[in-house]
């Protein structure tokens, strides 16, 4: 089997989106299957300078400045959002790429983003997330001509026209989370893939396991759902390089190598095969230094060739 290698980027750290452009070209220029990006909108750390830019504003640019890279999120938050408009966003941001988009969507969690933007964050959000993708995917797959409604909790919806449609007959939609139930029942109603956040090296594959319970128990097969992870990237030719690398980023070498795809070429090779061999069909490689466009090249050249 081969793994699937994706480009994954933390752009509220600070980035305009010339930065993002230029990693998302070289993206696509190395081979690399996807362009993806956080979706917040204050620095964990740092300034953030110049500050935030808007997920699916920039990948509604990037759909125009790139041409074969898949876009999406890893994950839009179920607050920043009201569920009709994020369906024509979306739905409009695969029309500009010619169908290239996926959607990954979650609860939300930085409470103190919300403070600084004004964006209510209720103490309970899974309903919210429960009734987005509900009504995501219906809106999207209702035939044209005919109207969607939706009468929840937290959304109503009366004869929505539900359009635009996307350009990709089925909009790929990305689940991920760590709860013991709810989240693999969730991604065994809704998701095409499910995404492992940062997690410890050796729950991987028990997680996997977990959500082909879940998704035996929708009668759904384990060949209908993608099995991947995000973990942060830092390789070098050598130890000096991996080490500046770490440095770059303000991270410990040590560290890195516990919970990342890190340390030399070999390493990175050794670990990425490990986890197609548990079952992890896809990594999102967290790229933290977006000025570092060599350390792509490398990983293309010498890790992804490998295989």
């Given amino acids: 089997m081969t793994l699937d290698l994706r480009v994954f980027t933390e752009p509220q750290q600070g980035a305009t989106y ?28 740092g300034d953030g300078l110049p500050g935030p830019t808007d997920s699916w504003t920039t990948l509604a640019g990037l759909a125009r400045d790139t041409s074969t890279v898949r876009l999406g999120t890893l994950v839009s938050s179920a607050t920043f959002r009201h569920p009709g408009v994020l369906a024509v966003q979306v739905a409009q941001v695969d029309q500009m790429s010619g169908g290239r988009v996926e959607l990954g969507l979650g609860a939300g969690w930085f409470a103190r983003e919300h403070e600084a933007y004004g964006i209510p964050f209720p103490d309970k959000r899974f309903g919210l997330l429960t009734e987005q993708l509900e009504i995501l995917t219906g809106m999207w797959a ?64 028990p997680r996997i396991g977990v959500i082909n319970d879940a998704l035996a128990a929708a009668g759904r097969t384990p060949e209908s759902l993608v099995q991947s992870v995000a973990l942060v990237l830092a390789v070098g030719k050598d130890e000096a390089e991996f080490t500046r690398r770490a440095a770059a980023i303000g991270r410990e070498p040590a560290e890195l190598r516990e919970h990342g795809v890190a340390g030399t070429v070999s390493e990175a090779v050794d670990l990425l095969g490990s986890l197609r061999d548990q079952g992890v069909q896809r990594v999102y490689l967290q790229t933290l230094d977006l000025q570092d466009l060599d350390h792509l090249d490398l990983v293309a050249r010498e890790v992804a060739t490998q295989l």
């Fill in 142 to 205: 209702t035939p044209a001509g005919e109207t969607f409604s939706h009468h929840g909790t937290h959304y109503t919806l009366t004869d929505s026209p539900a359009l635009p449609k996307p350009a990709q007959e089925k909009l790929p939609v990305i689940v991920g989370g760590g709860g013991p139930t709810r989240t693999p029942a969730l991604a065994a109603r809704f998701a095409d893939e499910y995404n492992q956040g940062f997690p410890e090296l050796d729950s991987v594959a």
């Fill in 18 to 45: 010339d930065d993002q452009l230029a990693v998302a070209q070289a993206t696509e220029k190395l081979g690399f299957s996807a362009f993806f990006r956080s979706d917040h909108y204050l620095a964990m750390g």
